[in-house]
């Protein structure tokens, strides 16, 4: 079967480092999506990893460790306009390219 | 360039009635897949076209529902007759080149579906 769990709900202060877990058991792989969406508006897109290691773009971060099926999502020096949702997907191998989400991670960033 | 378009953005419907989504992708983007969510759910996949062919509608819920895209531009997804559980809101998402790299899929702000 296909399984993507993040938590459900974070909260963090503004300033802070933030992390956000992903662990998938999924029958294909090609490639692990972290999305950035806030309510009402489209998924953006943040990182993309498909080897083990970490990915660096400015204030974000993304880890993926294929052998133990697990990736975070790391924020720092966080601002108000962080809080959103952060989904979690896996590329299926096969099947064209579709995404498997994880449920969301709602992010609420205090002062 | 434009992004990818949905409308419309909200539709209210009686249970039974009719409902036509539409999502213009990216200029060019031969790849379009169309996902759900539904409340307290993750974003499930729906199907997939690459130009005007379906190349995967393996995650369509039933036959109410119709997704088509002809001359492979824009696409449609009817429901008919809608029923309670369709609500939820209804992503379309483009992509050139899905199998390669990070960077491939745009998406749609979503047609949130209330079915009354």
């Known amino acids: ?22 662990t998938y058991q999924t029958s294909g792989f090609n490639g692990l999506f972290w999305y950035q969406q806030h309510a009402g508006e489209a998924p953006t897109f943040l990182s993309y990893n498909v080897l083990d290691g970490l990915e660096e773009k400015g204030r974000f971060s993304s880890f993926l460790s294929r052998s133990k099926g697990y990736s975070y999502l790391l924020l720092k020096e966080l601002q108000m306009k962080d809080s959103a949702s952060y989904l979690c997907a896996v590329r299926d191998l096969l099947g064209g390219g579709k995404l498997i989400f994880g449920q969301g991670t709602e992010l609420s960033v205090k002062p | ?25 990216i200029s060019g983007h031969d790849n379009l897949y169309w996902y759900r969510r539904v409340m307290g759910k993750e974003i499930k996949f729906l199907l997939h076209f690459v130009k005007e062919s379906k190349q995967d509608e393996s995650g369509m819920p039933n036959n109410r529902f119709l997704a ?25 998402a483009s992509s050139q080149d899905p199998g390669q790299g990070g960077y491939g899929y745009t998406f749609g702000s979503g047609t949130r579906l209330t079915v009354v």
């Open chain 1, 1 to 22: 079967g296909q399984n993507i769990d993040q938590p459900t709900e974070m909260t963090a202060t503004e300033g802070a480092i933030v992390q956000i877990n992903c």
């Open chain 2, 1 to 25: 360039e434009a992004g990818v378009t949905q409308f419309p953005s909200h539709s209210v419907i009686e249970k039974g009635q009719t409902v036509t989504l539409r999502c213009d992708p």
């Open chain 2, 68 to 92: 088509e895209r002809t001359g492979g531009t824009y696409s449609t997804l009817k429901v008919q007759p809608a029923e309670l559980e369709d609500s939820g809101v209804y992503f379309c």
